[in-house]
């Protein structure tokens, strides 16, 4: 997005996006295992840095390069490896989604022939299967009702046990003879 104006860039270019979407789509920090509400999908979840080292050795490289030249770097240069490990991030997890579907995809066809990437994608079948992410899905509308109404009833219930607990004899006056 470089210098570009955030509120130009949302006006003109990113309409329909929400920002937690944005924030999926960018590969934020564990962005995608945050409770959002737009944007959520299981391929997110999987660790997929090992294999990204494993078929991207170059990128370790290049960040060393880029660290050799110190002040002479510029700050696009800088941000070229990252650029890279996010695009073969983004490679691997659209594949475990796609690439059984698309076995003849050259990048797909690259990724079936790899040992790590075949565990990788059968241990991921098994887990979305077993809904292990299932969790961190955003609620829909009703649902989220539902837990509201939930949680304002075990409120009511904590108040009203406390309420109870206060609710002792007044203490009584001494008398004076």
Known sequence: MGHWLHTALL????KFFPVDGLLGAGLWPNAAQKQF???WDPRFF?????????LAPWIATLKEIVRG?????????????????????VAIQDALELAEDTPNNPVHA??????TFENLLQQYKI???????????????KAEVQ??????SRLLQMVEKSMRKEQVEPPKTPTVT
């Open 11 to 14: 006006q003109s270019y990113l």
């Open 37 to 39: 509400d737009h944007f």
């Open 46 to 54: 999987p660790n997929v840095s090992d294999i990204v080292q494993a």
């Open 69 to 89: 030249m110190g002040a002479a770097a510029t700050p696009s240069m800088r941000s070229i490896p990252e650029v890279c490990k996010y695009f073969v991030t």
């Open 110 to 115: 690259m990724l079936l022939n790899n040992a």
């Open 127 to 141: 887990d979305k299967q077993e809904g292990k992410w299932d969790s961190f899905k955003p609620l829909d509308l």
């Open 147 to 152: 837990q509201m109404r939930h949680d304002q």
